[in-house]
């Protein structure tokens, strides 16, 4: 029944002289999500974006679901801008829905300025054909069990009732590249998650201590970067090998500041990965006063270990909204699997909540880093995910 679908943009169309630079985005990152359809075309219309599916259109909906920049999808029957074609369609579509509707309005927007009727009146016409073709339904303007939408243009009109939320933001890569420490808890994913709807190109770094840690661990992490690459067009995941620099930090550092240098020798090395890739900032899942190495104190000691911009896109929320994220870009499964990631398994009894950069430095300066850094960087292991598009 249907012919396309139709995709709307909210913010990629508000950028003044660079819209076009957003829109020649997010078209790429639509044509990427759509690789291996068969039968499908994407043309840009004025303010929107047409798929052209030329049969059933559920596996292009579900992939354009996920993709930045989108904020509706609808699939459409495309018609000549005509009174008799568009009625038809109309009450093509009244005709699938016969049975589960016992009300209806009609919702007209009519671009093509030069059509003998407005859009009131294009509401009305086709409103009383429906009318007449199905007796059994009724009008109502405030709460409709459907609407049909009308959107009329110079040479063709859409004419759909299905309206589905897209994920809003930027399209991925408007904003440039970042690096998110993705570890395997709840909260790493969903800041990657929200750094890329601003537009953000991830990719990721995890830090793995075989053998206090197993490859279950490790495992669950590249399941994790799986799902992100969904709505990221794949993903580069870094696995640094921690465990040489986990041991000293255990045997050299007094134990309530274990969280707190190791954090910052895990910048360090996120920091000279990113420099070398030309990415712009780290990305991390820190929620103000979680645990003790994201109070403010912590963050700011934390962070003074490296000079590139630092990102917490969950610094406002509580647990109960990341889990909600969580839930719904199907993260949350992964992550409550009972496999534990290095920070965890290290944790002191008594970790500083408040700690000092001076006292920290004067700890680190205790022990020479630069050779267990530099080890940690030459033997990353890189994996680059593909995005496989899952129902």
């Known amino acids: 029944m249907y012919d396309a679908v139709l995709v709307r943009y909210g913010e990629v169309g508000l950028k003044g002289a660079n819209k076009w630079v957003f829109e020649s985005i997010l078209l790429e990152n639509i044509?990427?999500?759509l690789q291996g359809l068969k039968n499908v075309t994407v043309v840009k219309r004025s303010g929107r974006i047409l798929?052209?599916?030329?049969g059933g259109p559920n596996e292009v909906l579900t992939r354009l679901a996920r993709v930045f920049g989108i904020v509706s999808i609808s699939p459409v029957i495309i018609v000549n801008s005509e009174m008799e074609e568009v009625m038809t369609a109309c009450s093509a579509l009244v005709g699938f829905l016969r049975g589960k509707i016992k009300t209806f309005k009609v919702e007209t927007r009519r671009a093509h300025k030069a059509f003998p009727y407005t859009s009131p009146e294009i509401s009305r016409?086709?409103?009383?054909?429906l009318l007449r073709r199905y007796p059994a339904l009724q009008v109502d303007v405030h709460a409709p069990d459907v609407t049909i939408y009308i959107e009329l243009r110079a040479g063709e009109t859409y004419v759909f009732f299905d309206v589905i939320p897209g994920p809003g933001g930027?399209?991925?890569?408007?904003s440039g590249k970042g690096l998110l420490l993705l570890s395997g808890g709840l909260d790493?994913?969903?800041?990657?998650?929200m750094a890329m709807k601003r537009g953000i190109k991830l990719s990721a770094i995890h830090f793995h201590s075989f053998p206090f840690t197993?490859?279950?661990s490790r495992q669950k992490v590249i399941d994790l970067g799986k799902v992100l690459a969904w709505y990221n067009q794949g993903i580069t995941l870094h696995v640094v090998n921690f465990t040489p620099i986990q041991e000293t930090i255990m045997a050299r550092c007094p134990e309530k500041y274990r969280v707190t240098i190791l954090r910052r020798m895990m910048f360090r090395i996120a920091e000279e990965i990113a420099a070398g890739q030309r990415i712009q900032c780290l990305i991390t899942g820190d929620s103000v006063g979680q645990v003790a190495s994201q109070t403010l104190e912590s963050m700011s000691v934390i962070g003074s270990a490296i000079r590139m911009?630092?990102?917490r896109p969950l610094a406002g929320l509580d647990k109960t909204e990341i889990v909600e994220i969580a839930k719904k870009i199907r993260t949350y499964r992964i992550s409550i699997l009972p496999y534990e990631d290095c920070c965890s398994m290290f944790v002191p009894k008594h970790p500083a909540t408040k700690p000092k950069l001076d006292i920290i430095v004067e700890a680190e300066s205790k022990v020479d880093w630069e050779p267990l850094l530099r080890e940690a960087i030459e033997t990353v292991e890189t994996l680059d995910i593909d995005a496989t598009w899952l129902p």
């Open 31 to 33: 044509r990427i999500a």
């Open 51 to 54: 798929v052209q599916t030329n």
């Open 125 to 129: 016409i086709v409103g009383g054909y």
């Open 170 to 174: 930027l399209p991925v890569g408007a």
């Open 188 to 193: 790493s994913p969903v800041a990657g998650w």
């Open 214 to 216: 197993s490859e279950r």
């Open 309 to 311: 911009l630092l990102l």
